[in-house]
């Protein structure tokens, strides 16, 4: 089993859509969890963290839970410029300096 | 300009060829990391430096040394570069300490293709 899953997708949605990917890890102690944005040939970057109340950014939604050892992140009102590879990331140490990535879920939006 | 420059942006050698990566960054951040991508496997840490005398393994740093000449200067190197360690190579920062660890900021990527 991988140490971080994701369902690589592609989703492909239409504008409009709310979608949601979930992502699971192996390592119960896990302690940081984040979502990062990687668009095509980019470098990836921060979208949010993931906390153990859930948090809310605008359109992002990203949820834990523990008993399961999954995160989410859900999108409401999808745009085109959301199209992007989403990455869970998590602390699989609680230090912060081992963060493991999945591979990547890839989001297409469509008109 | 870029917070975290990485050069050369692309590259293309041949095997057994030396090569480095050089990343430099202006956020003043004590840790930085280096990343290697390859389609279907995500982002592999191969090294990480906490500050100008720490130099840490990562998962897959065989094949692979650094070097952390200043705060701001993390470095890659092939000794010997082989074909499947073609890859995008990213350098990362992060602040140490105030509770943003998991908060990285990556470089543009280094395109290196072994022939």
């Known amino acids: 089993r991988k140490e971080v899953e994701q369902d690589p997708g592609p989703f492909n949605v239409p504008e409009g859509a709310t979608v949601a990917f979930n992502c699971t890890y192996s390592?119960?102690?896990?302690?940081?969890f984040f979502w990062y944005r990687q668009d095509c040939r980019k470098e990836p970057k921060l979208l949010m963290s993931v906390y153990s109340s859930g948090n809310e950014d605008g359109r992002f939604t990203a949820q834990l839970n523990r008993a399961s050892q999954y995160i989410s992140l859900l999108i409401r009102d999808s745009k085109l410029s959301d199209s992007a590879t989403y990455l869970c990331v998590v602390d699989l140490t609680g230090g912060g300096n081992k963060l493991t990535f999945g591979t990547g879920t890839q989001l297409k939006v469509e008109l | 300009d870029a917070d975290v420059t990485q050069t050369p942006r692309n590259r293309i050698t041949k095997t057994g060829k030396r090569i480095m990566l050089e990343c430099s960054q202006t956020?003043?951040?004590?840790?930085m990391y280096w990343y290697r991508q390859d389609p279907g496997l995500g982002l592999r840490l191969i090294y990480y430096?906490?500050?100008?005398?720490?130099?840490n393994k990562g998962e897959i740093s065989d094949g692979y040394s650094v070097s952390r000449q200043a705060q701001a200067k993390f470095s890659l190197s092939l000794e010997s570069a082989i074909p499947n360690q073609t890859a995008l190579y990213f350098c990362?920062?992060?602040?140490?300490?105030?509770?943003?660890?998991?908060?990285?900021?990556f470089g543009e990527g280094s395109r290196l293709t072994v022939l």
């Open positions: 990362a920062t992060s602040a140490l300490g105030q509770g943003k660890a998991g908060e990285l900021f």
């Open positions: 390592n119960s102690a896990s302690q940081s």
């Open positions: 430096s906490f500050d100008v005398k720490d130099i």
């Open positions: 956020k003043g951040h004590d840790r």
